[in-house]
């Protein structure tokens, strides 16, 4: 039950992002779309060294010297896996005209949606892999850790899903399909974490390369997308309190409930 509820959670928080498209006007200021890009930006930073980095450092122990090299391995593959992903899928950012990926004829409606699933993928795989930790009763990653980062994550899918509904509305869906393709933004956080979960199993040898892997794609979410996007243009400096307030509270969730 505690792990169902776990899994969900981040879901729920693009689920209610992505309602506020039947209380709210506008599309939202740039001004506030920086600070809360800047925000999600610090919770992922955060959750990627605390939640995932240092455990898979922990759980290296027995290696020595050479403890780092799960974590170094899993995080480079993370950000070529996120590369590749980046260079296949077809997706629009917010900020651009232009589509990257594989040329489609896809809605730009569409694109929008994918690129927003493209950065849920490393946080579903995230949730999953420690909560799989946890189902093996790993004394590096807790109950409570795990639930960090699940709210953590839920706190900043939370303004995706307003940054992906309310776009949408403004271009003429109605806001029932406004809030439908905002909701399913954040779909592939559940179903990657419940995959993750059923083959844990056969991934307790590998358990320091995952929780490293899913790090590595979050940072590269986080330096080629959020990051950018956050600092683009003018007051760029909202942006990086976003960062300092998000960063400050995962940091906070992750050794407060550890």
């Known amino acids: ?35 809360l890009l800047g925000f999600a930006s610090g919770v992922m930073v955060a959750a990627a060294v605390w939640s995932l980095l240092i455990p898979s450092i922990d759980m290296s122990e027995y290696l020595g010297k050479f403890s780092f090299v799960p974590a170094a391995t899993g995080f480079m593959l993370g950000i070529l896996f996120l590369l590749l992903m980046d260079r296949i899928i077809p997706h629009l950012h917010l900020s651009s005209d232009e589509p ?26 995230a949730v999953g892999v420690v909560f799989a930790g946890v189902m093996m009763n790993s004394s590096d990653i807790s109950m409570a850790g795990a639930f ?19 776009p949408l509305k403004s271009e003429g869906k109605s806001k029932t399909k406004a809030f439908v393709y ?3 933004s954040g779909i592939v956080e559940p179903i990657g974490a419940v995959i993750t979960i059923l083959l844990t199993n056969y991934i307790v040898p590998f358990l320091p390369y995952l929780l490293s892997f899913a790090a590595g794609a979050m940072i ?9 996007e956050a600092s683009e243009g003018e007051h760029s400096n909202i942006g990086t309190i976003g960062f300092a307030i998000g960063f400050l509270i995962m940091m906070i969730l992750d050794v407060a409930l550890s």
């Open 1 to 35: 039950m505690h792990i169902t509820l776990g899994i969900i959670i981040p879901f729920i928080g693009t689920t209610l992002g992505a309602f506020s498209v039947f209380f709210l006007r506008d599309q939202l200021s740039s001004l506030v779309q920086k600070g």
């Open 100 to 125: 990257e990926g594989i040329k489609t004829s896809l809605k730009k409606s569409t694109m929008l949606v994918l690129a927003v699933t493209l950065h849920n993928i490393p946080e579903g795989m």
């Open 148 to 166: 960090a980062l699940s709210v953590g994550i839920a706190i900043q899918n939370f303004p995706e899903g307003a940054i992906i509904s309310l």
């Open 182 to 184: 905002g909701t399913l």
């Open 220 to 228: 590269y979410v986080v330096v080629e997308e959020l990051i950018p």
